[in-house]
């Protein structure tokens, strides 16, 4: 018994260390979506969920975006619970029936906003901070 909860231990204890080994893939994915400005795209479409394709085709300065990396990027933050995610087709598991919408949080990242927190996520993740010197 004491061994099975030793080995217990140890498992949660290598998962934590897991965890904040990878935990700066969210500021950076976060960091992605700043800079995309996905939560302004949303919020430009009425605040009503809208699909990848969407999306990408308001992303500035961008001919063709990668849609698989943004999916992965949606995907993760989707997880966070900073987007949500529909899928109004429940037949279909294509990535075109997939809508992604404003939360609370996302709400935060909007740049027109009053109290926005985008500049405080784009300087905590500058090269400047993140690099070291």
């Known amino acids: 018994m004491k061994t099975e909860k030793n080995s217990e231990e ?3 204890g290598q998962a934590e260390i897991w965890q904040h080994m990878f935990s700066f893939a969210n500021s ?4 992605c979506a700043v800079e995309l400005r996905i939560a302004d795209i949303i919020h430009s479409h009425g605040g009503a969920p809208i ?3 969407q999306i990408a085709s308001c992303i ?6 990668d849609i698989p990396y943004l999916a992965r990027i949606m995907r993760l933050l989707v997880r966070k619970n900073i987007f949500t995610v529909h899928h109004p087709l429940s037949d279909s598991s294509s990535s075109e029936s997939t809508l992604y919408g404003l939360t609370h949080v996302s709400r935060w990242l909007l740049h027109g906003s009053d109290l926005s927190l985008a500049p405080m996520i ?7 901070t993140v690099c070291p010197s």
């Open 51 to 53: 699909t990848l394709s």
């Open 28 to 31: 950076m994915a976060l960091k």
């Open 122 to 128: 784009l300087m905590e993740n500058h090269p400047w």
């Open 10 to 12: 140890l498992l949660r």
């Open 60 to 65: 500035d300065n961008s001919p063709s975006p």
